[in-house]
């Protein structure tokens, strides 16, 4: 069974810096990426992405099967919901999604 745990959210101030890890069990680190949802909002990719390049970084730790995502230089806009997701298609064309519980990160200005 395939189980993403995020941790690492809070509250910081704009400008600051957070790490989210996404601890991963049943599975392995591919096709994982970290999402996040504005209220109202659909959920959007956030890394790997071009939006925020540059600011937020998604790297991998095999050896503790945990995915982390460092988010710099934060933003009140950046005040959301971050999950990670493990998103694909198996080789028989099955379609799959994986979401963690989610975790808060809000940013004071």
């Known amino acids: 069974q395939v189980r993403l745990v995020e941790s690492g959210g809070g509250l910081v101030q704009a400008g600051g810096s957070l790490r989210l890890s996404c601890a991963v069990s049943?599975?392995?680190?591919?096709?994982i990426g970290w999402y996040r949802q504005l209220p109202g909002k659909q959920r959007e990719l956030v890394a790997p992405?071009?939006?925020?390049?540059g600011r937020f970084t998604i790297s991998r730790d095999n050896a503790k099967n945990t995915v982390y995502l460092q988010m710099n230089s934060l933003k009140p806009e950046d005040t959301a919901v971050y999950y990670c997701?493990?998103?694909?298609?198996?080789?028989?064309?099955?379609?799959?999604?994986?979401w963690g519980q989610g975790i808060q990160v809000t940013v004071s200005s």
């Open positions: 997701g493990k998103r694909g298609v198996t080789q028989t064309g099955y379609e799959y999604t994986y």
């Open positions: 992405a071009d939006s925020v390049k």
């Open positions: 049943g599975s392995s680190l591919n096709n």
